[in-house]
């Protein structure tokens, strides 16, 4: 697919007559899965917008080390539940105090989860009307992380990027294949 423009009506002429419709959206890290996300939810009129990322990994002394996500949560809290709950608890991570914070989410007829490739995985399939990957090389987009995060939150993760992030999304990318796996390819049109 093209353009999120595109991805907007392939997904409103599916969900006609759906009471909700549930999409996951993934990629690498810096591909532009929270861009298109959002451009996405206004084109569908303000849809549920659940960032995975939200769901990392903490104690009482804030995020564990690697930022790993708490799948465990997430699933039961948004994934399941999605086309049912009249709302999500959604966990948004507070970076200024470095803790989660919980908070109820009407659901709207369109509810978007977006992040990782893991996201896209056969467990979790079946609560999903769409899956779509965002098709950006893991160099291109793992460089384009680097920048927003230098750039635009002040914070060089150069190094978790190298050693850490990266290398663990390559790996999980062969295991997973989500570019194979996903119903649609969406070519990103924010590069």
Same mark, same amino acid.
């Given at each position: ?19 909700? @419709?549930?999409?996951? &959206? ?16 206004? !084109? %569908?009129?303000?849809?549920? %917008?659940?960032?995975?990322?939200? @769901? ?12 790993? !996500? ?27 105090? =470095? ?5 109820? $989410? ?5 509810? &978007? ?5 893991? %996201? ?9 009307? $769409?899956? $779509?990957?965002? =098709? ?36 999980? @990318? ?10 649609? %390819? !969406?070519? =990103?049109?924010? !590069?």
């Amino acid at each position: 697919m093209k353009n999120t423009e595109e991805l907007a009506s392939y997904i409103e002429l599916k969900a006609e007559g759906c009471e909700r @419709f549930v999409v996951a &959206i993934s990629g690498f890290g810096g591909a532009g899965k929270s861009t298109t996300s959002e451009k996405l939810s206004a !084109l %569908l009129g303000h849809a549920t %917008l659940i960032h995975t990322d939200d @769901f990392i990994d903490s104690d009482e002394n804030g995020a564990l080390e690697g930022y790993h !996500l708490n799948w465990k949560e997430l699933e039961a809290q948004v994934i399941k539940v999605a086309k049912t709950a009249d709302k999500l608890t959604s966990r948004i991570y507070d970076w200024n105090s =470095n803790q989660p914070v919980f908070e109820e $989410v009407p659901t709207n007829k369109y509810i &978007i989860i977006e992040g990782s490739l893991w %996201l896209i995985q056969d467990k979790f399939r079946p609560y999903f009307d $769409v899956t $779509v990957w965002v =098709n950006v090389p893991q160099d291109i987009a793992n460089a384009r992380g680097k920048k927003r995060d230098n750039e635009e939150y002040g914070v060089d993760h150069d190094e978790l990027w190298d050693s850490v992030w990266g290398p663990r999304e390559k790996d999980s @990318f062969n295991k997973l294949r989500p570019d194979k796996n996903a119903d649609i %390819l !969406l070519d =990103n049109d924010y !590069l």
